[in-house]
């Protein structure tokens, strides 16, 4: 047979029933049972945050526990130090739950009136909605605190275990090693050399140790022109379609001079990269 859910809050009722003042002490003495059924030992009132070894043990509310208007209870429990607040505010009372280790907070807010009907009687009428509050104090106030790490054991978790460190393999921010020179990965990446076929153009303007030629500046007229189009922009040896029928067309050379035969035709303007200082005076 299932164990009461209520088992020992008639004993813990009876033992502060003649303390009770007011509806908001039964709500405090209510979430000391649930407390104490946790395994929540009390260690008298107050909020202060160090153990001196010689504290004893109760699963009874001590004495004075309602004399002041705020409520402070200190509880030990898996032999850390927690503290009780519950603050009567606009018809509220609002719990706080405080491990004193790394100051972890939880709390939960209860409307006085609408929760407590009764001052004594069965829990039925005096807590309608007691099991409604007992989820919320299960939930709210207890789990998201007690099975929340502490933050040294944490901190001992993660030294001690090794394998849930990173790698430097796997870190994002690593920039890949360089490939050797000649090595062709299967995955290309920025440190690759350009194939072979392609033109070096612009190589020796990075590069102060290139060979002589090159640059940015393309010479139409080296030996890597078009070999497709060799007499594109040199008169007479215009492609075919270079010139569409009927337009008009004005020659950039001497009219019916064309290339000279065993020699290299002459540029089609000298002056597109005139030296220094040069002047011819063309555009007088």
């Given at each position: 047979?299932?164990?009461?859910p209520?088992?020992?809050w008639?004993?813990?009722?009876?033992t502060?029933?003649?303390?009770?003042?007011t509806?908001?002490?039964?709500?405090?003495?209510?979430?000391?049972?649930?407390?104490?059924?946790?395994?929540?030992r009390?260690?008298?009132?107050?909020d202060?945050?160090?153990?001196?070894?010689?504290?004893?043990?109760?699963?009874v509310?001590?004495?004075?526990?309602n004399?002041s208007?705020?409520?402070?209870?200190?509880?030990?429990?898996?032999?850390?130090?927690?503290?009780?607040?519950?603050?009567?505010?606009?018809?509220?009372?609002?719990v706080?739950?405080?491990?004193?280790?790394?100051?972890?907070?939880?709390?939960?807010?209860?409307?006085?009136?609408?929760?407590v009907?009764?001052?004594?009687?069965?829990?039925d009428?005096?807590?309608?909605?007691?099991?409604d509050?007992?989820?919320?104090v299960?939930?709210?106030?207890?789990?998201?605190?007690?099975?929340?790490?502490?933050?040294?054991?944490?901190?001992?978790?993660?030294?001690?275990d090794?394998?849930?460190?990173?790698r430097?393999?796997?870190?994002?921010?690593?920039?890949?090693?360089?490939?050797?020179?000649?090595?062709t990965?299967?995955?290309?990446?920025?440190?690759?050399?350009?194939?072979?076929?392609?033109?070096?153009?612009?190589?020796?303007d990075?590069?102060?140790f290139?060979?002589?030629?090159?640059?940015?500046?393309?010479n139409?007229f080296?030996?890597?022109?078009?070999?497709?189009?060799?007499?594109?922009?040199i008169?007479?040896?215009?492609?075919?379609?270079?010139?569409?029928?009927?337009?008009r067309?004005?020659?950039?050379?001497?009219?019916?001079?064309?290339?000279?035969?065993?020699?290299?035709?002459?540029?089609?303007d000298a002056?597109?990269?005139?030296?220094?200082?040069?002047?011819?005076?063309?555009?007088?």
């Open positions: 047979m299932a164990s009461d209520l088992f020992g008639d004993l813990t009722f009876r502060v029933e003649k303390d009770i003042k509806k908001a002490d039964i709500i405090v003495a209510f979430i000391h049972w649930n407390l104490t059924k946790r395994g929540f009390n260690i008298g009132v107050g202060e945050r160090t153990l001196s070894g010689d504290e004893v043990k109760s699963e509310l001590p004495t004075g526990w004399d208007e705020i409520f402070k209870l200190r509880y030990i429990y898996d032999n850390k130090l927690y503290i009780l607040h519950g603050l009567n505010t606009d018809g509220n009372l609002i706080n739950l405080m491990r004193s280790e790394d100051l972890a907070v939880t709390n939960i807010a209860v409307k006085i009136e609408d929760t009907k009764e001052m004594s009687g069965p829990i009428k005096m807590l309608p909605t007691h099991k509050l007992m989820y919320n299960k939930r709210d106030l207890l789990d998201t605190l007690t099975d929340r790490p502490t933050t040294t054991a944490h901190t001992q978790t993660t030294t001690g090794n394998s849930n460190l990173r430097p393999s796997d870190d994002p921010l690593r920039v890949p090693p360089r490939p050797m020179p000649g090595a990965p299967d995955t290309r990446d920025l440190w690759e050399l350009p194939p072979a076929n392609l033109p070096n153009i612009g190589r020796s990075l590069d102060p290139a060979p002589a030629g090159g640059g940015m500046i393309f139409p080296g030996p890597r022109r078009d070999i497709e189009n060799p007499g594109l922009g008169p007479g040896g215009l492609p075919r379609g270079a010139v569409p029928p009927g337009a067309f004005d020659p950039f050379g001497p009219p019916g001079v064309g290339p000279l035969g065993g020699r290299r035709p002459p540029p089609p002056d597109h990269l005139p030296p220094p200082g040069f002047n011819d005076n063309m555009f007088m």
